[in-house]
């Protein structure tokens, strides 16, 4: 499989053949259904850490004693970070898309670093879910 552009167009093809949906007519944004089932979730927990006053000062583990304030050590913005460059690594097509988006995960840590730890904290779990998901799926894969 040394043809990166003959196999997207396969792909396109296949899925404008077989796949139709209403809405996408074709499978140019079905990669963005999971995100787009994570992001409310996203904003109501941005919302609850934001109003809930039961949560604040509430201490969890380690150096964060609240969930509600923005990591005072910056250690889980880098950790999502690292994190989201490890699912890059496992779901790279090729060495030029690597190399175009490695940008991501640093503005993203970049980002996240000012929100609260506990909205950090999702994220991070979530990423984790899923780099422990595709090494799953690859593992099996390869096996058969």
Known sequence: MGFP??????HFLLCREYLQYPIFQGCHLIGIQP????????????QALDSSLELRKAAFLFWVKDLSVM???????????LAMILQQRLTAVSPQSDRT??????????????FPAGLVLFWLTDTLFSVGQLAWITA?????
């Open 35 to 46: 995100l787009a089932i994570q992001i409310p979730i996203f904003f109501a927990l941005y």
């Open 140 to 144: 099996r894969a390869e096996a058969v």
């Open 5 to 10: 552009f003959q196999i997207t167009l396969f």
């Open 101 to 114: 988006w490695i940008w991501m995960p640093v503005g993203f840590a970049l980002l996240f670093a000012f």
């Open 71 to 81: 990591d005072p050590f910056f250690i889980l913005p880098m950790l999502m970070g």
